[in-house]
């Protein structure tokens, strides 16, 4: 049972590059998150998806787009990578809405 | 809207010293609370839970106690270990909101043998 993953596990882009984040979780959870981690600022939510086919933008999402695959994918797209978007970035998962299961992180460097 | 506050770090204590992590909410709704602890180089953990007001969340030697009169939800252990060493993140969800989490800022605990 690996719980959530998440690769690449670090990247380095220029500015204007564009990749993509990937997220999976094999505990059949409904819903599934990304956050953003940066110091002194705790996690802040990007985009989640509540259920199969549906996403929604979370307190951060400009410069970032999601799609939910299936059930078990749920990947992050930056089209135009800035350096404003030198982070951390986190993918969770939950069934109940309320505990949510982390992966162990992307941390991603943009010059 | 939501907002969780936590005590800044770092704070560091010595092995078997007593650590409170104060956290205070601001919700619109009746939240659940959490503590997360993220260890280095680690994604989140759950650490503990408290779903109404007067619950007793408990783990690993870790207690916290969900106050709705102080809004207030905070961390204790009575013996640290170094082990313990770790960043704290205190977080509400809110069924109002959808169930998305609020976290707090998170307070790093370096704790020395």
């Known amino acids: 049972n690996a719980g959530v993953t998440q690769t690449p596990k670090f990247q380095v882009l220029k500015t204007g590059q564009s990749m993509t984040l990937q997220c999976a979780q094999d505990?059949?959870?409904?819903?599934m998150y990304w956050y953003r981690q940066d110091p002194g600022m705790g996690l802040r939510l990007i985009y989640y998806s509540a259920s199969e086919g549906t996403t929604d933008k979370g307190e951060v999402p400009n410069g970032y787009n999601v799609s939910r695959l299936n059930k078990r994918e749920f990947s992050l797209r930056l089209e135009s990578a800035a350096p404003s978007q030198t982070s951390v970035y986190f993918c969770?998962?939950?069934?109940?809405?309320?505990?949510?299961?982390f992966g162990p992180g992307t941390r991603l460097l943009v010059l | 809207g939501n907002s969780v506050t936590q005590m800044e770090g770092p704070v560091t204590l010595s092995e078997e010293a007593f650590l409170t992590i104060n956290c205070t909410y601001t919700?619109?709704?009746?939240?659940?609370l959490f503590w997360y602890v993220q260890y280095p180089g680690e994604g989140l953990q759950l650490l503990l839970k408290a779903t109404k007001a007067d619950d007793k969340g408990s783990n690993k030697g870790f207690e916290a106690t969900y106050r709705k009169e102080t809004t207030s939800f905070h961390l204790e252990k009575g013996s640290v270990q170094v082990s313990d060493s770790a960043v704290y993140f205190c977080a509400l969800s809110d069924r109002a909101a959808g169930n998305k989490l609020t976290f707090g800022g998170g307070t790093r605990v370096l704790v020395k043998p």
């Open positions: 919700a619109t709704g009746y939240p659940s």
């Open positions: 969770a998962s939950s069934s109940t809405g309320e505990t949510q299961y």
């Open positions: 505990m059949n959870h409904n819903s």
